[in-house]
Every structure is written in C-alpha cells, then in structure tokens.
C-alpha cells in the first residue's frame, strides 16, 4: 500500500432539514487501501457514500481527488464507480451488455469493448454466463456482475455500499475473502459501507467507525479492537463485557476503580472523567476464570485483576460456551471459555483474573 | 369455489357472447327497402366494407386513434413519472385529480370544451383583451381540437399504468446509469423506456381500443366533418337504417380491436416474460 492520499474529504456536513445525517466529516483515504465505513444503521455512512458517488449534494465541506476538487462534479463526471447494496443490474440486458453499458458510452471500440467485459468477467469468475439475463443468476453472481460493471470502466476509487448484505451467510464470507483478494490484485481503492464489523475487520486495512453522523475513529482493524479509542466503539466493536464503577484514584494513564466495596480493579484511563463514574469494559476472551484463586506468585497472572464471583449461567455457543458470573449480586459479567471446560457448574465459586492493560476504562 | 364463477359467467354470456353472435348473424343478413332485416344469407355486407370510400374511414379512425395514444403517452409518461415519485401524502390527492374528469358525464365535458373555446368563450375573451388576431371560428369545430377532446378524455387510461410501472420501478438503475456515465437521453432511452415496455404497450391499448370506436367526440368537436367507423356504424343502426351492413362494420371493428393488441404485444414485447 502506498501511503499516498487519493480521496480527502475536508468538513463534510450534511444536513436533512431539521436533522443533520453528518457532522463535519473529516478523512482521508490513501491509494490502494481498503477503507470500511462501519456503524449501526442511520449512522450516516450510506450518506456519506452517496455524497462521494455525487448522487447527494453535501450542504458543506469539500472533497478532493489528489489535487482536484471533485464535490462539485455530476456523478458521470466523477472516476469512480459504485456496487449497489441490491445490484442495480439492468434487467432487460444480458450480463455481457450490462457490463459493456459504461465502456459503450465511453465510445470504446467494438473490439475494445469486447476483450474489456470478456477480461473483467473472467476476473469474477463469470465468464459462461455473459448471455444470461439478471434475473437468471443466483445473488453471488449477479453480484460479481455488479462488480464486473464497476470495475470494468477502470475506476480511481471503487464505491460499495453494503454489496454483501444480501447474500447468504455462506456465500457472504466466500466473497468477503474474494473480494479482499480482488482489491489486493488489482491495488483499487475500496471504499465499503458495512454495518457488519466482522465483515470490515475481515476485509479492511482501516475502518471509520460511524455514529450519528460522526466520524468516531478512523483506525486498523486490530487498533479498534484492541485499544479503541472512543466509548463507542469499545461499545460497537466486538464483544465486551461491560461494568460500571467509580474511581477512587488516578494517574495519568490508569486508574483504580471501586466496583463494589469488596473488589477494586485497575485499569488503562481512556476518556479523561467529568465525574466519578466510569465505565468500564473488557473483551470476555481476556478474562480467565478458574475455581481457585491465582497464585499471586505465577508471571502469568502478576498484578492481574481479580474478582470473586459465582456461576450463574452457562451458555452454549459451539467451540466456545458464555459463562455468565454474579460478583457480589451486584455485578455481572460475561467470559468465553473452550466448549471442552466441563468442570464449571452452575453456583460454583470462581475467580476471574485479567490484565489491567487490557482493563479500558471510560470517564462518563 | 368453482360456482362463484357461475353467475360471473352467465352475465357474461347474456349481455356479451349472446349479443356477439346476434351481430355476428344480422352481419349475414339482408336489408329490405324499408330498413328492416330480411332472412336472407348473402356475405355482400363484408364485401362492401372493402370498398375505398370504407376504407378510408377506417384508416381515419386507425390514424386518429394512434395519433391518440401516441399523445397520450408522451404526455402522460411525465406526470405517471411525477406522481409516482412524489411524496407519498400528495400522491392520494394526485391520483384523484386524474380521476375527477370521470366524476362529469363525457358529453357535458365535451359540452363544456366547446364553451370554453368557442365563439365568445372565457378562451377567446382573453385572446380579444390580449389583443391576439384570430378566426373566431377555426376554434369552433376541427381536427385539433378533436385530438384535444381525445387525449384529455383517454389520458387516465394511459396514466394509470404508467404510474403503476413506476412505483414499482428499481429507481437505483438510474442511479446506476448516472454512475457508468449515461447522459440523461440515454437514461430514458436505454433504461427507463425498455424497462417499462409493458406498461407502455399496456397504455397504449387501454386507449387505443375505446379511441378506435369513438364517435361522440369527433361528432361534437369535429363537426361531423371526417366520418370515423363509430360515427359510420352509428349512422348504419340509426339513419340509414342498414342493420346488417352496420353488424359486418361491427365485427370488422371488434376483428381489429382483438388483433391490434396481440401485433402491439408481438412486436414490442417479445421475449418479455410474463407477457
């Protein structure tokens, strides 16, 4: 990946009447990354995409294309295309038309036309079905037709609002992998509007997670997950078992918190607090429960969290079970253990032990 | 479940089969000096209506009645367009307004079209008072002024399933379109018309048929001037009094209504599924 910047947007603002679907969007996507737009719903991402397809006017802000400022462009105008959420194929054309429709208007050659549509539906895998109609072809293909169209006109950046969202669960991680493959080989810029975070952190080099028409934090896969840096996408991001607690002493970067008068925990401070309260959250596949205590002595577990609590309930989930413990009937918590640990029972007395730099702390 | 067809289908062969093949017969038929029917077989009345003074009449009527629904969808295209894409609380109140016309009888309307545009008429007042030179009585009874009576008479029918085609219509193809660069004719063109072909032919016979047998809107606008097939038939049953030749012009005029629609859905909708 170059480190170039092909796409930035600086203060997008959009506003709906009364409402506003996006806040002073400010982002930059560099050449030949696969960049996600993540978040719930009505978050504005779609919105956002459609703005950079041109197909709605920001009420501010600008975007350009390397040095060129493109908000101001038709959606013809602008280099780049876009794979809709339900295909947009044309139904009274064959899969071969549908693909050539962009290059016939570009005034391509016959000959031209013919090996590019013939070269990008072999890219998809497609190529025995160019004579089929749309409505003849199962969601995969006529996705990959989708994509054939797109790709076929050579664009700069490659829009994809929510393509996978109609597939099946099968089908759809098949493509997840296909499509990261694709963008590697052919080193495009992705831009792909998801609410499913499996699916950004599968195929994204950087994700900007959306709420309310905020841009919340814009990071790799790996960084949101592990450290995010906002309280909504520690929330949004993966599992998260979630307390609530005060803080009873602080430094810079930690801080102890009370979470019932037996039990204290540490923790890395993130938000900085405008109360004594904080949330606190950590991934249930860090926490390790055992049915005695740690022996304070193991480098394993040294300076580690630990809270006493009883088992209340086992869920089972496939490879892993959720075990769900009451500390002190006032908290509860979630952990992930292998399907394989029998040995916990339901009421039995456990200890959970985590790290306290795994421990992520959130002012409120 | 079957017998609630039954009375369905005995309405159905009263008032339609029945009198069908009663027209059918009396085409057969003779006409006595004084205009009744004579029992007498003889297939003279079809032959008579291949005459070139007939045909002409004929190819008035196929003229006026294309001519019709050719408007009809060109203006009524947009507004299906319009009304299926506004806001879904005007659309009730959009829908209606094509529907008030049917509210009036048609001849008082067509009544009323000839007030308005007529010799002293709120039309040709303004005209005066603009100070506009004109005849006053080209706006009385013509050709135009037909077509007008025609297409606002027959729009609806074109409207409707328009409308229908476009509410249902996948309006990201458009954006798609947008997106591959097409200019905004080659969206009407290649997108939007071929995909809703159906509705279009549909429109076109919904007003072609009733077009074809129209007499009292050219009688009344056009003077009784250019004699169309309804106005031809309806002078065989209550002037000339020549029942059988009336009956033979008749199944010739169903003949075509019922062959019309199968060449319209033969040519443009070929290979169209479901069609």
């Known amino acids: 990946m170059v480190n170039e910047t092909v796409l930035k947007l600086g203060n997008i ?9 996006l806040q002073e969007i400010n982002l930059e996507i560099k050449k030949g990354e696969f960049f996600s737009l993540l978040g719930p719903s009505g978050c504005g991402k779609t919105t956002l995409l459609r703005i950079l397809a041109g197909f709605e006017t920001a009420t501010s802000g600008t975007i350009h294309l390397g040095d ?70 199962s969601g995969g293909q006529a996705q990959r037709v989708a994509l054939a169209r797109a790709l076929v006109n050579e664009p700069e950046v490659l829009l994809l609002d929510e393509p996978l969202s109609a597939l099946d669960q099968k089908m759809r991680e098949y493509m997840q992998v296909e499509l990261r493959a694709l963008q590697k080989k052919l080193g495009i810029t992705f831009i792909f509007v998801t609410h499913d975070q499996e699916e950004a952190m599968i195929m994204s080099d950087r994700i900007g997670v959306m709420n309310h028409g905020v841009l919340e934090e814009v990071n790799t896969p790996e960084e949101l997950y592990e450290n995010p840096k906002s309280l909504f996408t520690a929330q949004f991001v993966g599992q998260m078992c979630e307390l609530k607690g005060k803080i009873v002493d602080r430094t810079a970067q930690h801080a102890t918190i009370e979470l019932t008068q037996q039990h204290r925990i540490k923790g890395k401070l993130l938000r900085e607090p405008d109360s004594p309260n904080a949330l606190i959250y950590i991934r249930p596949e860090n926490i390790q429960i055992s049915a005695h205590i740690p022996n304070p002595s193991d480098p394993n577990t040294k300076n580690f969290n630990i809270l006493k609590g009883q088992v209340t309930q086992k869920i089972f989930r496939g490879d892993q079970s959720e075990i769900c413990v009451d500390i002190d009937n006032k908290l509860s918590m979630r952990v992930m253990v292998d399907s394989g ?24 | 479940m079957k017998k609630l067809v039954y009375p369905a289908f005995t309405w159905f062969l009263l008032f339609l ?78 829908i209606m307004s094509l529907a008030i016309p049917f509210l009036t009888n048609l001849i008082i309307r067509i009544y009323a079209t000839r007030l308005f545009v007529g010799i002293d008429g709120p039309v040709q007042g303004l005209m005066r008072s603009l100070g506009i030179p004109f005849d006053e009585f080209a706006f009385t009874q013509n050709e135009v002024l037909v077509l007008y009576g025609m297409v606002t008479t027959y729009l609806p029918f074109m409207i409707f399933p328009l409308y229908a085609a476009f509410e249902k219509f996948n309006f990201s193809l458009v954006e798609a379109a947008l997106d591959l660069g097409a200019s905004p004719t080659r969206i009407l063109f290649k997108v939007l018309l071929p ?22 809107i050219p009688d009344l606008l056009g003077g009784a001037k250019n004699m169309l097939v309804g106005n031809l038939i309806t002078e065989q049953f209550l002037k000339a009094r020549d029942w059988p030749f009336g009956a033979a012009l008749s199944m010739v005029l169903i003949l075509i209504l019922i062959l019309m629609p199968i060449l319209l859905k033969k040519v443009f909708l070929r290979g169209v599924p479901n069609e």
């Not at chain 2, 008579?48 to 009524?76: D, E, M, W």
């Not at chain 2, 995909?195 to 009292?216: S, T």
């Open chain 2, 17 to 94: 089969i029945i009198p069908l093949f009663i027209v059918l017969f009396v085409s057969f038929l003779s006409r006595s000096e004084y205009g009744s029917i004579q029992y007498i077989f003889q297939i003279d009345n079809y032959a008579r209506v291949f005459q070139f003074v007939y045909l002409k009449i004929f190819a008035a009527s196929l003229k006026l009645a294309f001519l019709t629904s050719f408007l009809c969808l060109v203006i009524g295209f947009p507004i299906a367009w319009v009304i299926a894409t506004s806001k879904a609380q005007y659309r009730p109140a959009l």
């Open chain 1, 341 to 364: 640990l029998k040995d916990i029972q339901i009421y039995q007395s456990v200890f959970l032990s985590f790290d306290p730099e795994e421990t992520l702390v959130f002012g409120t």
């Open chain 1, 68 to 137: 060129k400022r493109i908000d101001t462009l038709t959606p013809q105008e602008r280099p780049f295309n876009m794979v809709f959420q339900k295909y947009a194929l044309f139904p009274h054309l064959s899969v071969f038309e549908n693909v050539a429709f962009g290059l016939k208007i570009k005034k391509k050659s016959q000959k031209e036309i013919r090996e590019s549509v013939e070269e990008s539906l072999n890219l998809v895998g497609l190529s025995p079905f160019s004579q089929r109609y749309p409505e003849t072809l």
């Open chain 2, 195 to 216: 995909n809703m072909k159906v509705a279009i032919v549909n429109g076109f016979i919904l007003v072609f048929i009733p077009c074809l047998g129209e007499f009292v």
């Open chain 1, 13 to 21: 603002r959009k506003q709906f009447l009364s409402q506003t679907a």
